[in-house]
């Protein structure tokens, strides 16, 4: 039998977040009309991608042999991650199953969204970096070739740059497949140890360093783990399981150990704010503004209100980050092309 489109290529047509946010928006609105769950599981399957329709067959044959909701869809932990199916049955025991896939729906759109404008934000530096890698290699390799066999009929001694310069088109001519191969086989081998564990958390640790853009990508995570605590703790999640599930659902893995030692911490009696202080990586000040909604009991409201101040820090600190680096790779390109074009005349 022959694999479908979403089994042969799950990350072109497999099921994405948009899918389960709309998946859950539409359930939300169905348990809301008073339809059973089952019915509206059921209705609710209708739509989506062949993958998504595929997997929600499943997960309605599950609750159909007894299943809750949670058990079900905790059963494809890659499309329902444990914080989401955490929340299922937080309000299936507390009876509200609809305003919580609401929120969760929610929760996760503002997700996405600040996602998208993130990488909006970087694709016109990666773009002007890809054509400068792309027009120095196209004039190295066929320009700069076509104008050497030009020089040789001067027969006069050239300058050391121009001749440095030929010298380095020669390579790139004479070699082109070995260098095309060897991008190949180095930029492969990044991305498959980049998913390991141990490539993903140097990964981490290196870009959480850089000057600028690590400082936006701390804000960042900062914002969403104040986000998915604020939403546990609103759900009656307690403060340990709350931050074990955040630590689970982070993506960047200097974040992600830290949360383990702020639930350690919590573990052995301290406050969430005397457990975050404490710790390199959360600033001081985030510590500070949790303090102020343990004392006055609402610490939901001020982790909502820490996570939108660490929102707007973040894509400030993403503006800032493009624009130096569009001035700066438009200049970059410039001096690159200018001095092959100096060098040839």
């Known amino acids: 039998k022959m694999p479908s489109l979403h089994e042969a290529v799950p990350s072109m047509f497999g099921v ?19 339809i059973p769950i089952l019915r509206a599981l059921t209705i609710q399957s ?17 609750v159909q042999k007894g299943s809750r909701l949670s058990e079900a869809c905790g ?14 049955r937080t309000g299936e025991e507390v009876g509200n199953l609809a305003d919580v896939l609401k929120d969760t729906a929610g929760h996760m759109e503002r997700e996405e969204a600040t996602k998208a404008k993130v990488k909006r934000s970087l694709a016109y530096p990666v773009f002007v970096m890809v054509l400068a890698v792309c027009a120095v290699a196209v004039m190295m390799a066929f320009v700069v070739p076509a104008l050497t066999m030009m020089f040789d009929e001067f027969n006069s001694d050239l300058p050391v740059m121009t001749r440095g310069m030929i010298a380095v088109s020669g390579f790139f001519e004479d070699n082109i497949g070995y260098i095309a191969l060897s991008v190949l086989l180095i930029g492969g081998g990044g991305v498959l140890y980049g998913k390991t ?5 140097k990964k981490d640790r290196i870009v959480i360093k850089v000057p600028v853009i690590g400082p936006a990508i701390l804000k960042g995570g900062l914002a969403r783990f104040c986000r998915n605590m604020s939403m546990l703790v609103g759900a009656g999640v307690t403060l340990f399981e709350a931050l074990k599930l955040t630590s689970e659902t982070t993506d960047n893995s200097v974040i992600a150990d830290a949360l383990t030692r702020v639930r350690e911490r919590v573990g052995d009696g301290q406050l969430l704010s005397q457990a975050v202080i404490i710790d390199p990586v959360f600033p001081s000040l985030m510590g500070e503004m949790v303090a102020v909604g343990e004392e006055a009991g609402s610490l939901q409201e001020q982790l909502t209100r820490v996570s ?7 894509e400030r600190a993403v503006a800032q980050v493009t624009g130096m680096l569009t001035p700066a790779l438009t200049v970059g390109v410039g001096l690159m092309i200018g001095l092959i074009a100096v060098t040839i005349f």
């Open 16 to 34: 994405k977040r948009k899918h389960v946010i709309s998946y859950s928006r539409g359930l939300a609105n169905l348990l809301e009309a008073g």
């Open 46 to 62: 209708q739509f989506g991608n062949g993958a998504f329709r595929a997997k929600q067959k499943e997960v309605i044959d599950e």
């Open 75 to 88: 059963k494809f932990p890659n499309i329902f991650p444990n914080f989401y199916v955490y929340l299922l």
């Open 197 to 201: 564990d141990a490539g993903r958390r």
């Open 308 to 314: 939108n101040f660490y929102e707007e820090e973040a």
